[in-house]
């Protein structure tokens, strides 16, 4: 069955540290988006890709970044962790804009 | 400043009544609206779109009501069950661009 995947689960890291999430999927989706879920502000939406190659700035791009070098994955990286960075980040795939998204497991991303 | 708005944070209901979970949204080119629903610990997982060519549509014991005029889409849980508490987030968008998610509504179906 297709799916996706993210791993790790959960992550601990210092501030500073670069911290990369990965993400894949097997459902062969041309769109790929990353949130992260905090208390009161639901998802928010990082980054996103409509292909590969393709990566655009969601509305909390800020301190992220991701590249699409294949149609299964789409990897984040928080260049220089910071404490605000602790969240839960999700990653999800569709087959176009407009159809559903499936996201995956979620990781747990604490920033110390 | 939010624009998909669901002002209860959580709520509460007995096993076999209704559930009625409210979203508001400000953005008068959102045209395509979809529930969420999420487990701890897992990820969200689709439940129930409505477009906004309908004013209703159901699947189940879920029915979507949506009121263009108003703003405002509400999700009808009937009869509730104790496997339904989760979280419920609803996302909007204008067709053919990325949706916007509510802060979500913590649903407790209490047996």
């Known amino acids: 069955d297709a799916e996706i995947t993210q791993s790790p689960r959960h992550k601990i890291t210092e501030t500073g540290r670069q911290v990369t999430l990965a993400c894949h999927q097997t459902w062969n989706h041309n769109n790929m988006f990353w949130y992260r879920q905090d208390l009161g502000h639901g998802l928010r939406l990082i980054h996103y890709s409509y292909g590969v190659q393709d990566t655009n700035k969601g509305e909390v791009s800020d301190g992220y970044s991701v590249s699409r070098s294949n149609t299964e994955d789409l990897p984040l990286t928080l260049e220089s962790a910071a404490s605000s960075q602790t969240s839960v980040y999700f990653c999800a795939s569709s087959e176009s804009t407009t159809d559903t998204q499936y996201f995956g497991p979620g990781t747990r991303l604490t920033v110390l | 400043d939010q624009q998909v708005k669901q002002n209860s944070p959580s709520l509460s209901v007995q096993e076999g009544r209704i559930s009625i979970l409210n979203c508001d949204y400000t953005n008068s080119m959102f045209d395509y609206f979809l529930w969420y629903k999420k487990y701890p610990a897992e990820g969200p997982t689709f439940l129930i779109s409505i477009s906004s060519i309908k004013d209703k549509n159901e699947d189940g014991r879920f029915t979507v009501f949506l009121n263009k005029s108003a703003k405002h889409l509400s999700l009808h849980i009937v009869p509730s069950q104790p496997g339904d508490s989760a979280v419920y987030f609803c996302?909007?968008?204008?067709?053919?661009?990325?949706?916007?998610f509510g802060p979500g509504t913590r649903l407790s179906v209490l047996p």
């Open positions: 996302a909007a968008s204008p067709w053919g661009q990325n949706f916007v």
